[in-house]
């Protein structure tokens, strides 16, 4: 069964560090979604991704992150200069663009930032 | 305010006993699709149920059906005959808009315990 992959699972990065979160959606799908969570708190939306283009954004979604597809299959969001509050849970998601279809969630990369 | 609404921190259960964890949301669009998602310790997301604003019937996939009453902004999860499995935390979503590519809106979650 076709499915989102994330990597790494797991990134320890020290303050004022670049990271990239990388991410292989489905391979049919059209729209890429970038999710965070917060341990132990809800999963908040951060941008949406569409035709090479970011579709919408939340306020989270501040200069210090960025969005890529630089190949056919990757899309990754960086974050240029993490922060402490950066530590959480990043889910990369994608879904067909058809209706009545669910997005499917990658297993995520936990983010640490010390 | 809070599109989505989960009024339950933390539910207990013993196995093979049915569970109905609350959902309530809150638009203005006449078309939204309402989600739900466990997430296991291990920490990813699995989709469990959809239902659209203008399905007739309640959608049901296995042992999980989807409680929907449109007029009172609810969506309900009845997970039935739990499993200790079914342990994990579980997330009620909504997207808005007609199209399939909108943000889904998470609620804060139940963490469901099943006992044996």
């Known amino acids: 069964e076709p499915e989102v992959t994330q990597t790494p699972s797991h990134q320890v990065t020290q303050m004022g560090q670049e990271v990239i979160l990388r991410c292989v959606p489905i391979s049919n799908h059209l729209y890429f979604y970038w999710y965070r969570q917060i341990l132990g708190q809800k999963v908040e939306f951060l941008v949406s991704?569409?035709?090479?283009?970011?579709?919408?954004k939340s306020e989270i979604f501040d200069d210090q992150f960025s969005v890529e597809r630089p190949d056919g299959s990757n899309f990754t969001l960086k974050i240029r200069s993490t922060k402490l509050e950066d530590s959480a849970m990043y889910f990369c998601?994608?879904?067909?663009?058809?209706?009545?279809?669910?997005?499917?969630f990658g297993q995520g990369t936990r983010l640490t930032v010390v | 305010a809070q599109k989505i609404t989960q009024t339950q921190p933390g539910m207990f259960v013993q196995e093979k006993e049915a569970v109905t964890l609350d959902c309530t949301y809150d638009?203005?669009?006449?078309?939204?699709?309402l989600f739900w998602y466990k997430q296991p310790s291990s920490g990813e997301m699995i989709f469990l149920i959809y239902?659209?604003?203008?399905?007739?019937q309640n959608a049901t996939e296995g042992r999980y059906s989807l409680n929907f009453q449109k007029a009172r902004k609810s969506a309900n999860l009845v997970i039935s005959a739990s499993q200790l499995g079914d342990s994990a935390m579980y997330f009620c979503?909504?997207?808005?808009?007609?199209?399939?590519?909108?943000?889904?809106?998470f609620g804060a979650g139940t963490q469901v315990v099943v006992t044996p």
């Open positions: 239902q659209g604003s203008y399905d007739q």
């Open positions: 991704f569409y035709n090479n283009e970011i579709s919408e």
């Open positions: 638009t203005s669009d006449p078309s939204y699709g």
């Open positions: 998601a994608s879904s067909e663009g058809q209706e009545n279809t669910e997005a499917f």
């Open positions: 979503a909504m997207r808005e808009g007609a199209g399939s590519w909108g943000k889904l809106q």
